[in-house]
């Protein structure tokens, strides 16, 4: 059983399509007191992190997620989802996140940027895998996926797999059981769904 994050903001159906597309049944719910039957948990996300955060504290999702994360079942964090699972963001203020993996998230700097490259990052671009994970089991370094998001984490100490735009950043991360992808694995045709065969199956 897998379960998909439901709190008010996320593409939810099409990470849904990509699970099932992979073999696996995921069930999208917006009850905190279900996360704990299963065996794995998507939380996905798009917009903003403060809003993200206040929807996960409303409606009891941000403790139910916490206790998921400490059952050592595993859990993926997906483009605002990877996010949320850091200490801090720097979006529209200042604004805590979940803390289950050490590190800051910022915004991409204009001056770091080359005159082609815009904000927010949108497109194909490479992952560079830095660390062997389960995760990535089958996926020959570099690969493409596809990037959506203005904001990036800066911290490197539990990236597995990096990427470059103006500057380098985690753009696949792992902590014990926590996982987390800044681009869409369910907009990354063959090497997205592999990503997300690999965690149905952790």
């Known amino acids: 059983m897998l379960g998909i994050v439901n709190y008010g903001i996320g593409n939810l159906a099409s990470v849904q399509n990509a699970i099932h597309k992979v073999g696996k049944k995921a069930h999208i719910t917006q009850d905190p007191q279900n996360l704990k039957n299963y065996n794995s948990l998507i939380l996905p996300g798009v917009g903003a992190f403060g809003d993200a955060m206040q929807h996960l504290a409303r409606n009891g999702m941000q403790e139910a997620v916490l206790e998921f994360a400490k059952s050592g079942k595993p859990l993926l964090g997906i483009c605002l989802g990877m996010q949320l699972l850091f200490q801090k963001s720097y979006e529209f203020g200042e604004h805590l996140g979940l803390g289950l993996i050490e590190g800051e998230v910022v915004k991409f700097e204009k001056s770091s940027l080359t005159p082609t490259q815009k904000i927010?990052?949108?497109?194909?671009?490479?992952?560079?895998?830095?660390?062997?994970?389960?995760?990535l089991s089958g996926l020959e370094s570099p690969f493409y996926l596809y990037f959506v998001?203005?904001?990036?984490?800066?911290?490197?100490?539990?990236?597995?797999?990096?990427?470059?735009?103006?500057?380098?950043?985690?753009?696949?991360?792992?902590?014990?059981?926590?996982?987390g992808i800044q681009p869409h694995p369910e907009k990354s045709h063959n090497v997205g769904l592999r990503i997300l065969q690999n965690f149905v199956h952790l």
């Open 149 to 179: 998001h203005s904001y990036y984490v800066k911290n490197l100490q539990n990236a597995i797999g990096v990427s470059q735009y103006g500057t380098e950043f985690a753009s696949i991360v792992q902590k014990d059981n926590i996982f």
């Open 120 to 135: 927010p990052h949108v497109g194909w671009n490479y992952v560079q895998k830095i660390k062997e994970s389960p995760l």
